[in-house]
T-cell receptor
Framework: ETGVTQTPRHLVMGMTNKKSLKCEQH?????MYWYKQSAKKPLELMFV???????ENNSVPSRFSPECPNSSHLFLHLHTLQPEDSALYLC??????????????FGEGSWLTVV | DAKTTQPPSMDCAEGRAANLPCNHS???????VYWYRQIHSQGPQYIIH???NNETNEMASLIITEDRKSSTLILPHATLRDTAVYYC???????????FGAGTRLTVKP
């Protein structure tokens, strides 16, 4: 248990569906992240939210839409995805830059399969 | 962030110490060394981090060379459950993201 909870753990969706991934952190952090891990590839940073504002978007296609309603919750809204978007999506959180105190903690991930 | 170099794979006998090396020759003075591991199908797990002093916690020890250009993660008594991909990452103190490489796949054998 890392204090970062992701739901659902597994999701299968069609290319015309709209679904959302949810993340909740219980660590009192004020920065949250979405990462993507495709098969046999390193983790890729997708989005960073700091104090509920998006501070980084690493050229992610618009079919991925993040939402951070408060410092404890993060969503990734998915629509019209492609089969190549099938991957493990990881949520993480940390304190804002405070020296060594801003260790990033990850959730268990949501396995997404697009059919 | 500075890049790191790790061997792609290593084996270790169960009960022995596992020593995982990492080179980070371009590390800057404000960059920490972090280690994570990822067991198959799970999210990365934080292990330990340090700036220039050696560090130890309940999971592992981190040895950083005096010039800070390399480090070693030590799992003192490896078990089968330590089989995972281990990532060495250098990250500035004011940088709010973590850039992962390919890591080292450690296999602990009976």
């Amino acid at each position: 248990e890392t204090g970062v909870t992701q739901t659902p753990r597994h999701l299968v969706m069609g290319m015309t569906n709209k679904k959302s991934l949810k993340c909740e952190q219980h660590l009192g952090h004020n920065a949250m992240y979405w990462y993507k891990q495709s098969a046999k590839k390193p983790l890729e940073l997708m989005f960073v939210y700091s104090l509920e504002e998006r501070v980084e978007n690493n050229s992610v296609p618009s079919r991925f839409s993040p939402e951070c309603p408060n410092s404890s919750h993060l969503f990734l809204h998915l629509h019209t995805l492609q089969p190549e978007d099938s991957a493990l999506y990881l949520c993480a959180s940390s304190h804002l830059g405070q020296g060594s105190g801003n260790t990033i903690y990850f959730g268990e991930g949501s396995w997404l399969t697009v059919v | 962030d500075a890049k790191t170099t790790q061997p792609p794979s290593m084996d270790c006998a169960e009960g022995r110490a596992a020593n995982l090396p990492c080179n980070h020759s371009t590390i800057s003075g404000n960059e920490y060394v972090y280690w994570y591991r990822q067991i198959h199908s799970q999210g990365p797990q934080y292990i330990i981090h340090g700036l220039k002093n050696n560090e130890t916690n309940e999971m592992a020890s981190l040895i950083i060379t005096e010039d800070r250009k390399s480090s070693t993660l030590i799992l003192p008594h490896a078990t089968l459950r330590d089989t995972a991909v281990y990532y060495c990452i250098v990250r500035a103190y004011n940088n709010n993201d973590m850039r992962f490489g390919a890591g080292t796949r450690l296999t602990v054998k009976p």
